[in-house]
C-alpha cells in the first residue's frame, strides 16, 4: 500500500503510563498490533505478543520493542486452536509473573463472490480467530488479571456499517463488540475494565490481503482526512485505554476516523438550506 505503513516513533512520547504494566498483544507482528507493542513499550510496559507465521515480521516488532529497552517476548501460535490460548497466558505469567494488559487484535478476514462459495474451512477460521479464540484469552486472563487491569478487543466498523462479501466477518465483529459489552459488565467487580477499539479503515495488511487490488487506493476517502489512519494514529487510543488512571472508561467501543463530522456537516446544510441560510 502506498504510502507504506507508519509506525512513528514519535506517535506516543515515553511519559511512564504503563511502567511496570506487562501487556500481551496478539497479533502484533505487523500493522496495528505492531503499533500498540510499540506505543505500550515506550510507555514503559514489558511486552509479549503473539504472531502465526514466520518470525521475519515478528523480528520487526521486536527490534522496535527493543528500542524502548523494555523487555519483550515474542510467541508463536495458532490461534485457531483453543487450547494455546490458555498456553500463552501461562507462559507470559511465568515470564513476568504477571499480566496487566491483554489486547486482542488477531483477526482474520476473507472475502467472497458468492456466500455458498465460502469454504467451510475459511469460514471456521473467521468464527475461530475473531470470536472463539477472543473468549478463551479472556478467560484465560481473567484468572490472573488484578484490578486496575485492562482487556481491549479490537472490532471493527464491519460490525456496525458492513460492506459486500464480508457477512461472516463483519457478524464475527457485531458478537466481538457485543461480547465485549457484556464481559465489561462481569469484569467491573473484579476491576478490570473492558473496552473496544473500531479502527475503521486504518492502514493494515488484512486491507490488501482480502480485497481486489484495484479497491485498495480508494480506501479512506470518505473519512474526513480522505485517507486509511496509520498503525502509530491509531496505536494511542490503545494507551489511553490501558492507562489505569483511565478507571471510568469501560464497555464502549471507540470508533475512529469515520466519517461522522462530514455526515453531521451535511445535515446542518441540508437543514440550513431549508431555512435559506448560508454556513
Known amino acids: 500500500m502506498e504510502p507504506s505503513f507508519g ?13 511496570g504494566c ?70 507470559v505469567v511465568e515470564t513476568f509473573g504477571h499480566i496487566d494488559i491483554l489486547v486482542n487484535n488477531t483477526a482474520y478476514q476473507q472475502t467472497y463472490s458468492a456466500l455458498e462459495e465460502l469454504a467451510d474451512d475459511e ?25 486496575g487491569g485492562s482487556i481491549i478487543n ?9 460492506g459486500n462479501s464480508l457477512a461472516p466477518y463483519a457478524a464475527a465483529k457485531a458478537t466481538l463488540a457485543n461480547f465485549t459489552a457484556t464481559l465489561a459488565k462481569e469484569a467491573l467487580g473484579r476491576g478490570v ?11 493494515k495488511p488484512l486491507i490488501p490481503s482480502a480485497f481486489p487490488t484495484d479497491n485498495v ?17 491509531v496505536a494511542p487510543i490503545f494507551v489511553l485505554l490501558a492507562y489505569r488512571a483511565a478507571s471510568f472508561f469501560t464497555g464502549e467501543i471507540y470508533d475512529m476516523t469515520r466519517d461522522q463530522f462530514r455526515k453531521s456537516l451535511t445535515l446542518s446544510r441540508n437543514i440550513a438550506r431549508r431555512f435559506q441560510t448560508k454556513l
Open 154 to 162: 479490537t472490532t471493527s466498523i464491519e460490525a456496525v456499517k458492513p
Open 193 to 203: 475494565k473492558v473496552n473496544g477499539v473500531a479502527p475503521y479503515l486504518a492502514k
Open 7 to 19: 509506525y512513528s516513533k514519535s506517535a506516543c512520547k515515553r511519559s511512564g503510563k504503563l511502567r
Open 123 to 147: 469460514l471456521e477460521r473467521i468464527s475461530n480467530t475473531n470470536i472463539a479464540d477472543t473468549v478463551e484469552f479472556c478467560r484465560a486472563a481473567l484468572k490472573h488479571l488484578p484490578p
Open 22 to 91: 506487562v501487556a500481551l498483544i496478539t497479533g502484533a507482528d505487523n500493522g496495528i498490533g505492531r503499533a500498540i507493542a510499540v506505543a505500550y513499550a515506550r510507555e514503559g510496559a514489558n511486552i509479549a505478543f503473539t504472531y502465526q507465521k514466520g518470525y521475519t515480521d515478528a523480528a520487526v516488532t521486536a527490534d522496535m520493542i527493543r528500542d524502548s529497552r523494555t523487555s519483550m517476548m515474542a510467541l508463536k501460535m495458532d490461534q485457531t486452536k483453543r487450547h494455546a490460548c490458555e498456553d500463552v497466558i501461562r507462559q
Open 217 to 233: 487506493p480508494h480506501f479512506g476517502v470518505n473519512t474526513l482526512f480522505d485517507r486509511t489512519a496509520q498503525p502509530a494514529e
